[in-house]
């Protein structure tokens, strides 16, 4: 909470409580009159510099964190709840992480200098943005096509390029259209590389390097009331470290369509969309960084459409309804080794025809009480169907006296129905109350319900190498599925409130929230095993399973304006803080992968053609961890950055060093880093996931 006391005191107390404590900035009478007598209307402008690659930076400011994974295949945690709990729109569309490690989740498809805007939506989602997802939705979408508003030809575009010291981290990237009153062509192409980076003991941090290509067309034809545009998308990424997972991506390649229509009409406004992507994924190992031989295959292609139509009905009322459709079919296979007897002389099947098909339908409605009451409410319904074909283990062969699991697994899989129908309600309800300008509550509830993916339903190996091949945690642990699993449904309780300076020199908003999981798909203990026979180290084989849970937490930010003077320019101080908890019912009561507490404060000088950024990141000690799946605990940490801008006419520079004071430090969401264990002889302990030493980075960028 932020709040200046009465002007009566002829004092201005500014209070940034961030949740550990109080910060007081006491100001003298005349500094404070200078700060109630002028008028702001710019908001802080903070300025980051355009990059290619990881599209994850520009989210990490809007409440999302981020677990570790390959260099531009971080997993997306909302308010504690991770990956395919979040929904994740591109370009409005959805794409399924196809992978069994969730290495190709839907932002790694969207280069970060194509991304023109992001939007993100915790807790109580409208039945609009959500389904499908308990924690959030995340939109991010490419330019808009944009069109000549003259007779002359339009020709417009972005070229860059940056460069990271750390891990030699560059990229190129040009944004281009051609555009008449009426029509407009774009393109978008990157190319983003990195070798593996170093902690802040200079220590290389194994297996993080990386490839990534992508390119994208966007065609676009407007008249009078509507709009066709239709994208063409094309990715490539031949190589991807994951330090923190057995495997290594050899290669994911992947091309996507989507035709978005638009039309108002007077009495309403319709957006159909339709969207394709077909991806071929591969996995092995590319770098003598992480050694092995194991090919595993995956093929995923989605297909979906959504019409939205939104009806004006009065000047209080309006009324919108949505139909969606969504399939998602899966293939994972891992052909046989050939001089290997364990992995042979048939192909392992893991899923077989998988497919998990989405039938939705929702309205909402918006109601405007009075000027300051608003209501939006809704329900969506969502009939989920999902099912696979039988499966086949690499052989039936007892080993060394042993069982052999995978082929009782296989028989007993192969043996039962594998179809599971859900249907799924959700239910939202969110007020919002603004007496003023500057004073806005937000509170409501939602029900929210995602139902399990392929890989919680239908993965059924148990022989330990089958089992740590699965799984998105970057734990080392093995992961097997479980037919029956129910959907998991989230009642959530949110509120927030923001408050505004009547000059516009300060705002903070509040936001606490409580979520109650039934049935949230986390893992219990079946058994254990011994990582390459290392019989001092053990880890957990866990089943995906039902259990309830509930997540609670606090996000503060806020941010003034400390000064502005034709001297100094705009001085801003902009801080946020969060804290977030996650607990199981039953067991173990620590959830996986909740961040510690954490804050963020910079302080951000705009002079004319600069922007000067201090920032300040700290982590609390992590010592609330997962019993289940061995979590590490992890400790405390501060990353000082710093940034300047510079721009003249079309031209923009960028410097700045990340992490300056090369702090060293282990990810609170990194998981484990299974490269290094590998590289020290596979006999030790599973240790965090270092974080990045020292960066200098620059970029330079010029529109045209
Ligand atoms: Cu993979």
């Known amino acids: 909470m932020s709040f200046r006391s ?38 802080p402008q903070q300025t980051t510099l355009t990059t290619t690659g990881d599209s994850t930076t520009l989210l990490k400011d809007k409440g999302v964190n981020f677990s570790s994974a390959g260099g531009v295949s971080q997993l997306p945690i909302i308010n504690g709840m991770n990956s395919d709990r979040v929904k994740v729109l591109i370009d409005g569309s959805e794409i399924t992480a196809a992978c069994a490690n969730h290495m190709n989740p839907p932002l790694s498809y969207m280069d970060a200098s194509r991304i023109s805007s992001t939007e993100v939506i915790s807790g109580i989602t409208p039945v609009s943005m959500g389904g499908d997802s308990i924690a959030g939705t995340i939109s991010v979408k490419s330019r808009k096509p944009i069109y000549s508003d003259s007779d002359k030809l339009l020709i417009q575009g972005t070229i860059g390029a940056n460069y990271e010291s750390n891990g030699q981290h560059h990229g190129e990237y040009l944004n281009a259209t051609v555009a008449g009153n009426n029509l407009s062509l774009g393109y978008s192409g990157s190319l983003d590389r990195s070798a593996t980076y170093r902690d802040g003991d200079g220590d290389k941090v194994l297996d993080t390097l990386y490839r990534s290509e992508s390119h994208a067309l966007t065609f676009g034809s407007k ?3 509507q709009e066709l545009v ?33 039309h108002n009409f007077s009495w309403m406004k319709l957006d159909a969309l ?3 992507n077909d991806v071929e994924h591969e996995m092995g190992f590319f770098t003598n960084e992480k050694t092995g031989t194991m ?26 309804v949505g139909n969606e459709y969504h399939q998602f079919e899966l293939d994972d296979w891992w052909p046989a080794v050939p001089s290997s007897m364990m992995m042979g002389p048939d192909d392992y099947i893991n899923i077989n025809n998988g497919e998990r098909k989405r039938y939705a339908l929702w309205a909402e409605s918006e109601y405007r009480f009075n000027p300051s009451w608003t209501a939006i409410y809704g329900i969506r319904y969502e009939h989920v169907v999902t099912d696979t074909d039988d499966v ?22 192969n043996a039962r129905d594998h179809k599971q129908i859900d249907d799924n309600v959700d239910l939202s309800f969110i007020l919002r109350y603004q007496p ?20 919680e339903r239908y993965t059924w190996g148990r022989n330990t190498m089958a089992m740590t091949m699965i799984g998105w945690y970057g734990d080392g642990n093995g992961y097997v599925g479980d037919i029956d699993l129910d959907p998991e449904i989230a009642h959530t309780l949110s509120a927030a409130y923001t408050k505004t300076a009547p000059d516009n020199s300060w705002q903070v908003t509040i936001n606490p929230y409580f979520t109650y ?3 949230y798909i986390d893992a219990t203990q079946i058994g254990t095993f011994n990582p390459r026979m290392v019989m001092s180290v053990t880890r957990p084989k866990l089943q995906f399973n039902n259990m309830d849970a509930e997540f609670y937490g606090l996000d503060i930010n806020g941010s003034r304006i400390l000064s502005q003077s034709e001297k100094w320019g705009t001085l801003n101080l902009a801080a946020s803080a969060s804290y977030t908890r996650g607990k199981r019912k039953d067991g173990p009561e620590d959830l996986y992968h909740i961040m510690p507490l954490n804050m963020k404060v910079a302080l951000v000088q705009s002079l004319r053609q600069w922007t000067n950024t201090v920032e300040l990141e700290w982590a609390d000690e992590k010592d609330d961890v997962d019993q289940v799946r061995l979590e590490n605990e992890t400790a405390k940490y501060t990353l000082l950055n710093i940034f300047t801008q510079y721009r003249w006419e079309g031209t923009t520079l960028n410097i700045g060093v990340r992490n300056l004071l090369d702090e060293s430090y282990d990810l609170p969401l990194g998981g484990v880093s299974l490269a290094q264990w590998r590289d020290e002889g596979m006999s030790g302990p599973f240790e965090s996931l270092h974080g990045p030493g020292r960066s200098f980075e620059m970029g330079v960028r010029y529109d045209f």
């Not at 995978?406 to 028989?411: E, K, N, P």
């Not at 003023?436 to 890989?455: C, M």
């Open 6 to 43: 009465s002007f009566s005191n002829k004092r201005i107390i500014f209070y940034s409580m961030l949740a550990t404590g109080l910060q007081v900035v006491l100001l003298t009478p005349s500094e404070a009159e200078g700060i109630v007598e002028e008028i702001f209307i710019t908001k």
């Open 223 to 225: 008249g009078a009331n």
């Open 230 to 262: 239709i994208k063409l998308t094309h990715q490539e990424v031949p190589y991807q470290g994951f330090p923190n997972q057995y495997m290594d991506m050899v290669g994911n390649k992947s091309n996507g369509v989507i035709v978005n229509y638009l």
């Open 274 to 276: 339709f969207s394709w």
């Open 295 to 320: 090919p595993m295959l995956t093929e995923g292609e989605d297909i979906g459409y959504v019409i939205k139509a939104e009806f004006p009905l009065s000047e209080q009322y309006t009324l919108r």
């Open 392 to 413: 086949q283990p690499y052989n039936t062969m007892s080993m060394m006296m042993n069982p052999n699991l995978d082929a009782l697994a296989a028989t007993a899989f």
């Open 436 to 455: 003023s300008l500057e004073n806005t509550v937000e509170f409501g509830y939602s029900r929210k319900t995602r139902s399990p993916n392929l890989y």
């Open 517 to 519: 999981v039934d049935d």
